[in-house]
């Protein structure tokens, strides 16, 4: 009754040279095309019993895809006794194609017995038949200065002119440019007393680059789209028509997204290079960025695609080796990492309120000031209980359903009756984790033995859910017998604060309200073990090395999400493993 055929072929080529030339030129060609072809074919026969022929038939995909890049570089690298010069003069140029076609062939007729071969028969009101084709290209053009004193005192200046065509037509290029500046102060007189310092380098930079990610290649472009099919009346007769409309207001005008970022940071190297590390500050400014301006309806359009905003992120990194033990027999390596980021949306549409406040975007929940992932939303605060029937009543609800906190009472109802709107959201969090570590040791016994295991964790972010009001039966679930995973819900006799009642509904106003959940967690990534047969066993067989290792990876987490796991929702896989590596 089904068959299915599917298939995926790469070709990648890249070609490079590189000549010396003399007075210290150096020039370097690389150029890598590449092809993709995928087809994906699905037949599901309409003589499966119960089937109905309009939903059975023929898929048929095919994709192909073309793209290629070339990068021509010119070096001059020149030193004069302690100066050093190095000047980088870079083309670069890209193209991308790609095809696809695609069929859906229905209720095929006097048969499909022949599978994926035949679709002649279908039936063209009941299929359906597209193709998406695009087609873009880039170019830059890059200098670079590279200054070095004594390998002491380095400044790097980069100017760089980048092109896409995906952008408005007035703005495909835009120019970018950096500097930055090193400094090894390990080296210097005043530093020979410090023996435990073995290398430190100060550097600072700043500097500007663009993003050209787009959800479409052709999002600057007006889109044409098919209106189906329309009748007019004509001087007297009817006439039918097969009608296009424009969905998307094109801007000629869109260009490059922008940040601007200031770096400082530090590297070092202790206690005879059994520690090092770098120490990073960051300060950035994303502005001109790529999102949808709303617009009036008498325009015809809801949005249009601009530069808009300012959104503003600043943190610090921190990168940690040490070489803890070092024996003849045994060596304990850890490597640490720490992360802390803080956003705020600075601007969204520049658009003001009679006080002059820049007004935010309480739809796509954007508040000037706020972190992006900012939760605006009803605070939960317990479950109505048996004594509270009649409070509850008052905003349609009943014992075990949430209860929602009242925040603003100047719209309430003369009674004292709340009324729930956007007057009673509140921030709660963030969904995006400010916070990110990971650690890992690596442990070596007799030389043949190694272990290790990591781990890392993300802090101090939030999520909302529904899951405690127990509305597995709204899509009959229950009805149906259907099974779901075991759960606690509020009854009479379990009169719980923190679950409601099956199907459970907040009260008038917000209905489907959803409580604010802690998703940090700390997850134990992976503990390996691997073994390497002695040599003198292995050269008997003319075989160089052999190499066992046994793994673990998503050992265990400690969190206090209880719906799925912390850092996807959802599930996630326990995988072992298990390998050789054999060397002839």
């Not at 009941?126 to 170019?139: C, E, G, K, N």
């Not at 999002?219 to 969905?247: E, F, R």
Request: proline share 3%; hydrophobic share 30%.
């Amino acid at each position: 009754y089904d068959e299915l055929e599917k298939g995926y072929t790469v070709l990648n080529t890249i070609f490079n040279a590189k000549v010396t030339l003399p007075f210290g030129f150096t020039y370097s060609f690389n150029i890598a095309p590449r092809y993709q072809w995928f087809y994906d074919r699905y037949f599901l026969s309409a003589e499966l019993p119960n089937s109905d022929p309009s939903t059975r038939g023929v898929n048929r995909k095919s994709s192909k895809s073309f793209d290629w890049t070339l990068n021509n570089t010119l070096t001059w690298d020149k030193t004069f006794g302690d100066h050093r010069f190095t000047v980088t003069l870079v083309q670069e140029a890209e193209e991308n194609r790609y095809w696809n076609d695609n069929i859906e062939a229905r209720n095929i007729t006097p048969t499909d017995v022949l599978g994926l071969h035949y679709i002649s028969g279908l039936n063209k009101e009941q299929s359906s038949f597209w193709t998406s084709d695009t087609h873009s290209t880039a170019a830059a053009y890059l200098g670079r200065l590279f200054y070095s004193y004594k390998d002491r005192y380095m400044f790097t200046g980069t100017v760089r002119r980048d092109g896409y065509s995906a952008f408005g037509q007035n703005n495909p290029w835009a120019t970018f440019w950096s500097v930055g500046g090193s400094w090894v102060f390990s080296e210097e007189k005043f530093m020979e007393g410090f023996d435990w310092l073995n290398t430190g380098k100060l550097r600072v930079s700043y500097g500007t680059n663009g993003n050209r990610s787009l959800k479409d290649t052709y999002l600057s472009l007006s889109n044409l789209k098919d209106g189906g099919v329309m009748g007019y009346w004509n001087n007297g007769s009817s006439d039918v028509v097969h009608a296009l409309y424009v969905d998307r207001l094109g801007n000629p005008n869109l260009e490059w997204e922008k940040t601007t970022s200031w770096n400082v940071g530090v590297d070092f190297a202790v206690l005879d290079y059994r520690l090092t590390g770098s120490i990073e500050w960051y300060h950035k400014k994303t502005h001109d960025m790529i999102m949808g301006k709303r617009l009036p309806n008498f325009t015809g359009f809801s949005s249009i695609t601009t530069n808009l905003g300012e959104v503003q992120n600043s943190g610090i990194e921190i990168t940690l080796n040490s070489t803890n033990i070092e024996r003849e027999n045994f060596t304990w390596n850890t490597s640490l990492g720490f992360s802390y980021n803080k956003n705020k949306i600075n601007h969204l549409y520049y658009e003001y309120d009679e006080n002059g406040k820049e007004m935010d975007d309480t739809s796509n929940k954007w508040f000037i000031g706020k972190p992006i992932g900012e939760i605006w939303d009803f605070e939960v605060d317990g479950i109505w209980q048996l004594d509270e029937a009649a409070e509850a009543a008052k905003v349609g609800q009943k014992p075990g359903d949430p209860k929602v906190i009242n925040h603003y009472t100047a719209d309430d109802k003369a009674d004292g009756t709340p009324v729930y709107n956007d007057n009673d959201k509140v921030f709660q969090g963030t969904t995006a984790p400010p916070i990110y570590w990971n650690m890992r040791n690596d442990f070596t016994f007799f030389k043949n033995w190694k272990f290790s295991f990591s781990m890392y964790s993300y802090m101090g972010h939030k999520s909302q859910a529904g899951y405690y009001l127990n509305g597995d039966n709204s899509g009959s679930m229950f009805t149906q017998t259907c099974n779901t995973f075991v759960k606690e819900y509020w009854t009479p006799e379990n009169p719980t604060n923190e679950y409601g009642r099956l199907n459970a509904v907040g009260p008038n106003g917000a209905t489907g309200v959803q409580k604010v959940y802690n998703r940090s967690f700390l997850r134990l990534d992976n503990i390996s073990l691997g073994y390497t047969l002695p040599s003198e066993w292995t050269r008997k067989f003319a075989i160089d090395r052999i190499h066992l290792t046994a793994g673990i990876n998503n050992v265990f987490t400690l969190d206090s999400w209880e719906y799925g796991d912390p850092e996807t929702g959802g599930f996630a896989n326990r995988q072992f493993q298990f390998g050789i590596n054999v060397t002839l």
